[in-house]
């Protein structure tokens, strides 16, 4: 079993940036893909971005691409989100997510099913 923590969310002023970290525990020596996914107050979770397990794959959702970016430390089993020029409608709960290694059409993919491991999540207030 893995368990995720995510932390590093807030508040800041539009143009402003965040960056959140996802640190892994348990059974972390295989090999796992991650994503990040965020969901506003009556909205349903939407994809953000993923990294696969060797990090030579990086997905972002059009909505955030050019602004975020997703690395690895696989020495500190932590996943990262860099957020620069962060907009009002950013403003989410965050959640990162573990992939249990899979096939290249699926691995860092955009669909929550796909994930089997989840963070509880951490609040992104962005301010206008």
């Known amino acids: 079993q893995v368990q995720l923590v995510e932390s590093g969310g807030g508040l800041v002023q539009a143009g402003g940036s965040l960056r959140l970290s996802c640190a892994a525990s348990g059974r972390t020596g295989g090999r796992f893909g991650m994503g990040w996914f965020r969901q506003d107050s009556g909205k349903e979770r939407e994809f953000v971005a993923a990294i696969s397990w060797s990090g030579g794959k990086t997905n972002y959702a059009d909505s955030v691409k050019g602004r975020f970016t997703i690395s690895r430390d696989d020495a500190k089993n932590t996943v990262y989100l860099q957020m620069d020029s962060l907009k009002p409608d950013d403003t989410a709960v965050y959640y990162c997510?573990?992939?249990?290694?899979?096939?290249?059409?699926?691995?860092?993919?955009?669909?929550?099913?796909?994930?089997?491991?989840w963070g509880r999540g951490t609040q992104v207030t962005v301010s206008s």
């Open positions: 997510a573990a992939q249990v290694y899979a096939p290249s059409t699926v691995e860092a993919g955009t669909r929550s099913s796909w994930y089997d491991y």
